[in-house]
T-cell receptor, first 111, second 113 residues
Framework: SQTIHQWPATLVQPVGSPLSLECTVEGTSNPNLYWYRQAAGRGLQLLFYSVGIGQISSEVPQNLSASRPQDRQFILSSKKLLLSDSGFYLC??????????FGPGTRLTVL | AQSVTQLDSQVPVFEEAPVELRCNYSSSVSVYLFWYVQYPNQGLQLLLKYLSGSTLVKGINGFEAEFNKSQTSFHLRKPSVHISDTAEYFCAVSGGGYNKLIFGAGTRLAVHP
């Protein structure tokens, strides 16, 4: 069966520091992968999606970037964090019939 | 372009009462429809989905949803809720291009004893 992992689970970082969040999927090959963010009390915002290795599409201009160095690995990065980058970050992969399956999330607090 | 409207941002209900969470969508093409649940500090979990066929879809945890094409709605129902159903519920529609899902803003269900 397929599983999706995210780490770290929680992260507290100072403003201006770099960021790297990792997402890996097991049990499937060449999945579409997605990064979402939930700001406090807000809905889901799609940040990036990827249809294959090295292929990244950005949904909104921002302080973040994404990379897909391996088939089942998706990384979210920033060179310098802003206070507004705080939130709950979710990774998802697409299964059959457009169904998306989500990871457990990473809670990022920027101080 | 597709869009999803969840008509209630918060729904308070007493334990063992029935509940309906409303979702309307707009689309010019056939779509797939989904309901997800999110418990505090967790990822989203798929409750149920409509692909085709019977308009009444049954999901996990006793939830069901009815697809109504003429009213472009996909309301979620449960005949008797439990305290443990307290969570955020998201309605979503496919067709956003590159297999993306379009999510509603979410409905916070609060079940009180």
């Amino acid at each position: 069966s397929q599983t999706i992992h995210q780490w770290p689970a929680t992260l507290v970082q100072p403003v201006g520091s770099p960021l790297s969040l990792e997402c890996t999927v097991e049990g499937t090959s060449n999945p579409n992968l997605y990064w979402y963010r939930q700001a406090a009390g807000r809905g889901l915002q799609l940040l990036f999606y990827s249809v294959g290795i090295g292929q990244i599409s950005s949904e909104v201009p921002q302080n973040l970037s994404a990379s897909r160095p391996q088939d089942r690995q998706f990384i979210l990065s920033s060179k310098k964090l802003l206070l507004s980058d705080s939130g709950f970050y979710l990774c998802a992969w697409r299964g059959l019939t457009d169904t998306q399956y989500f990871g457990p999330g990473t809670r990022l607090t920027v101080l | 372009a597709q869009s999803v409207t969840q008509l209630d941002s918060q729904v308070p209900v007493f334990e063992e009462a029935p509940v309906e969470l409303r979702c309307n969508y707009s689309s010019s093409v056939s779509v797939y429809l989904f309901w997800y649940v999110q418990y505090p500090n967790q990822g989203l979990q798929l409750l149920l989905k409509y692909l085709s066929g019977s308009t009444l879809v049954k999901g996990i945890n006793g939830f069901e949803a009815e697809f109504n094409k003429s009213q472009t709605s996909f309301h979620l129902r449960k005949p008797s809720v439990h305290i443990s159903d307290t969570a955020e519920y998201f309605c979503a529609v496919s067709g956003g291009g590159y297999n993306k899902l379009i999510f509603g803003a979410g409905t916070r269900l609060a079940v009180h004893p």
